[in-house]
C-alpha cells in the first residue's frame, strides 16, 4: 500500500522557520515528483512546488519562492519542506502528494506569538 | 499562470437532486483536469481524473465531462455522504493551479 505519512502539527513564532516531513512507503520513492499544497483554514488548496527526489531538481509557483526549500532523502524516502520567514499568513494546513493522486495526511502549522 | 473558474462557490441540494459544478480554465489544459472532494479535517480524495475518468472506488453516481474550456463534474443523484467540498486542479502546466472549492450542502 502507497503510504505518506506526515510529520505533526506545529506551532511556530512569526518570523521563525518550520521544517515538515512527508515519508514515503509502498513504492520506489524516486519514482514520483513529490508535490506540497498549502490549504489555509476555511479557504482552497494552492500548489507550492514540487521536487523530483532522484535529483533534487524542483519546481515552485512564484509565490512560494521566497518562502518554501523543497528537499528529499533518498536514504530515508522522506520528502522536507521548510517554510521561512514565518506570517500570521503561512497558518495552513500543509499536505505532500505524489501524482496528486495519493495524499499525505496533512501537518497543521500554526503560527503565533 | 492557467485561472481556473469554479462554479459555484456554495449550493444547497436536496437528496436525489442532479448536481453539477464546473470549472473554466483560462488556457487549453486539454483534458489534464482533476476533480477532488474534500470532507473536513481531511485530505483531498480524487473522485475523477484525466476530465471524465472516475477514480477507483468512486460511485459511480459521479462523472466528469468537458466542452471546451469548460469542465463539470456531475453527480446524478445527490446522497448525504456527498455534502462536501469539491474542487478542480489542472496539471497540465506550471504552477498547477486549483479552482476555488465548491461547497456542496444539504437542503
Known amino acids: 500500500e502507497v503510504l505518506l505519512q506526515q510529520s505533526g502539527a506545529e506551532l511556530v513564532r512569526p518570523g521563525s522557520s518550520v521544517k515538515i516531513s512527508c515519508k514515503a512507503s509502498g513504492y520506489t520513492f524516486t519514482d514520483y515528483y513529490m508535490h506540497w499544497v498549502k490549504q489555509r483554514p476555511e479557504q482552497g488548496l494552492v500548489w507550492i512546488g514540487r521536487?523530483?527526489?532522484?535529483?533534487?531538481?524542483?519546481v515552485y509557483a512564484e509565490k512560494f519562492k521566497s518562502k518554501a526549500t523543497l528537499t528529499a532523502d533518498k536514504s530515508s524516502n522522506t520528502a522536507y519542506m521548510q517554510l521561512s520567514s514565518l506570517t500570521s499568513e503561512d497558518t495552513a494546513t500543509y499536505f505532500c502528494?505524489?501524482?496528486?493522486?495519493?495524499w499525505g495526511q496533512g501537518v497543521m502549522v500554526t503560527v503565533s506569538s | 499562470d492557467i485561472q481556473m473558474t469554479q462554479s459555484p462557490s456554495s449550493m444547497s441540494a436536496s437528496l436525489g437532486d442532479r448536481v453539477t459544478i464546473t470549472c473554466q480554465a483560462s488556457?487549453?489544459?486539454?483534458?489534464?483536469l482533476i476533480w477532488f472532494q474534500q470532507k473536513p479535517g481531511k485530505s483531498p480524495r480524487p473522485m475523477i481524473y484525466y476530465a471524465t475518468n472516475l477514480a477507483n472506488g468512486v460511485p459511480s453516481r459521479f462523472s466528469g465531462s468537458r466542452s471546451g474550456s469548460d469542465y463539470s463534474l456531475t453527480i446524478s443523484s445527490l446522497e448525504s455522504e456527498d455534502m462536501a467540498d469539491y474542487h478542480c486542479?489542472?496539471?497540465?502546466?506550471?504552477?498547477?493551479?486549483f479552482g476555488a472549492g465548491t461547497k456542496l450542502e444539504l437542503k
Open positions: 486542479l489542472q496539471y497540465k502546466q506550471y504552477p498547477y493551479t
Open positions: 502528494t505524489i501524482m496528486v493522486i495519493i
Open positions: 488556457q487549453d489544459i486539454g483534458n489534464n
Open positions: 521536487i523530483n527526489p532522484a535529483n533534487g531538481n524542483t
